[in-house]
């Protein structure tokens, strides 16, 4: 029996080399940061928070371990079309942190099959022969998101200095935080934007995805195991220029091993941005494995409804017609001081 576990762990370690080969070679460039990675999901998973004022505050149950003591600066919630976005300051790294909220859960079924149909049929400005998908591309520029996130980015920026934007989302929220990122370094001239998606769909084709490695070329999607959503919409490899296409850097997380050895690894892939030896080589079937990233929930805590934050003396709400919230605060106030003042 022990001779047996003993071969099953050379096995194992082969399979590891074989799979993580690629990841071997390229760690000589810091392209993939595992901890900034995790840490990125915690924020991603915490913008799922039910209660606004748990969220505003920073006092959420899914507010803590690697994010504790991270500061919202701007909460914009756009009840039209369902979307949500926060801006804050994370000081252990110093940087700039802005979170999208991907799609609810209880009609993601309904989303992914929607995304099966989903057309290229938009031109990016100033890509020629860039198309994107108009749906992805207006939920972040033509919703309140962008202003105000943009305006989230100023005032954090005018309080703590010319610090780094770290940008992130999971599922449409990943769609969103591309967006973004491409927006902030293109139309604003921002210098040290990073991307870090989790479960993201395609969202360009692949003159659009060239476009967009040559501006953020450290980018990265984390996809997980067998995540249906990386696998949408539909890559058609007879038509590569006319189909969706995604942008590098792919790091894929799946389990390998034999019998009862298992281990977890994060596979660097290839810079084509459709490496077929990571997520592409499975089939993308599990809803499951989209709503758990990196080991962290990323779906709603439930269903209820959200409370506002109402400190008259520390929070401006700014409400447009169509019922749309954007919730901002002057940075350097703690949640104890948002409390005491409600």
Avoid at 99 to 111: C, I, P
Avoid at 284 to 292: A, C, P, T
Wanted: glycine share 8%; charged share 15%; hydrophobic share 35%.
């Amino acid at each position: 029996m022990e001779r047996r576990r003993w071969l099953q762990a050379a096995v194992l370690l082969c399979v590891l080399a074989l799979c993580s080969g690629r990841e071997l070679k390229i760690k000589r460039t810091p392209i993939y940061n595992s901890t900034l990675a995790r840490t990125l999901a915690e924020y991603t998973s915490a913008v799922y928070t039910a209660d606004l004022t748990q969220l505003f505050t920073w006092t959420c149950e899914r507010c803590g371990d690697l994010t504790e003591g991270f500061e919202v600066i701007e909460l914009i919630v756009d009840v039209k079309n369902c979307l949500q976005a926060y801006v804050g300051y994370a000081s252990d790294m110093n940087a700039v942190v802005v979170v999208f909220r991907g799609t609810q859960e209880t009609s993601v079924q309904n989303w992914i099959e929607d995304l099966f149909w989903k057309q290229l049929d938009l031109d990016y400005p100033g890509m020629p022969q860039a198309k994107v998908h108009s749906g992805f591309y207006s939920a972040y520029h033509n919703t309140t998101l962008r202003d105000g996130v943009v305006n989230g980015i100023e005032k954090t920026r005018e309080a703590y200095g010319n610090i780094p934007i770290m940008v992130t989302g999971h599922s449409m929220g990943g769609a969103m935080a591309s967006f973004c990122a491409l927006d902030l370094v293109v139309n604003y001239g921002s210098k040290d934007v990073t991307l870090i998606t989790f479960g993201q769909p395609r969202i360009g084709n692949a003159v659009f995805a060239s476009h967009f490695n040559c501006y953020l070329p450290n980018a990265i999607r984390v996809t997980n195991a067998h995540d249906i959503v990386p696998h949408l919409p539909p890559y058609y490899h007879y038509f590569p220029q006319k189909t969706y296409h995604h942008f590098s850097r792919e790091v894929w997380v799946h389990n390998v091993g034999l019998g009862s050895l298992v281990y977890s690894i994060e596979q660097i892939c290839d810079d084509s941005g459709e490496d077929p030896t990571c997520s592409r080589s499975v089939s993308g079937n599990s809803v499951q494995d989209h709503l758990n990233y990196l080991g962290i929930g990323m779906h709603a805590e439930s269903p209820g409804s959200c409370r506002i934050v109402t400190g008259a003396n520390t929070v401006q709400c700014k409400m447009d017609n169509d019922g749309n919230i954007v919730f901002s605060k002057q940075p350097g106030l703690s949640a104890d001081q948002l409390h005491s003042s409600q």
